[in-house]
């Protein structure tokens, strides 16, 4: 009976992470693509500058590059974990639960490890809003994915 109580626990905390993680793929997808258009352009006479970092990125500070291929990442995963999880939502059995909870676990992980750029790209300043709009989707992210695991171990048949 608590098993059963669980589930709309687990999907509404599923269909809220997969918004929260195409909203991160969407912006993450943006500022790549500004750094990709607004990179270095180093032609054949020129050298490279003192501080070049093959991971530059127009907009934000030094640790930006790697808290939005990671934000990335992380979104790609999140949002691949849905899939596990719909399917175990479907059937809410203990023979699809180990798909959906390493997939979550992945994701999570993976999360935690983008957050941790988030947190280091906030101690260095100078950012815009959409930055600060993953790093808070990610900080949110990271205790949902949590919550959204912990809601699908109900299942007890």
């Not at 997969?18 to 997808?29: D, E, K, P, R």
Request: contains cysteine; charged residues 10%.
């Amino acid at each position: 009976m608590a098993a059963q109580q669980m589930k709309p626990v687990a999907s509404l905390l599923l269909v809220l992470n997969f918004c929260m993680y195409a909203i991160v793929l969407g912006i993450g997808a943006w500022s790549m693509n500004k750094a990709i258009s607004h990179g270095f352009l180093i032609g054949a006479d020129y050298s490279l500058p003192a501080h070049f970092s093959p991971i530059y990125f127009p907009m934000g500070n030094a640790a930006t590059g790697f808290f939005v291929m990671f934000a990335l990442i992380a979104g790609v995963a999140g949002a691949a974990s849905v899939i596990a999880g719909a399917s175990h939502l479907q059937s809410w059995t203990t023979a699809s639960l180990p798909a959906a909870v390493s997939a979550a676990t992945i994701a999570w992980s993976l999360t935690l490890l983008a957050m941790g750029f988030g947190c280091k790209e906030i101690e260095l300043g100078m950012r815009n809003a959409r930055l600060r709009t993953i790093e808070a989707f990610l900080i949110i992210l990271s205790a949902t994915q949590l919550l959204y695991i912990a809601a699908i171990y109900g299942v007890r048949k």
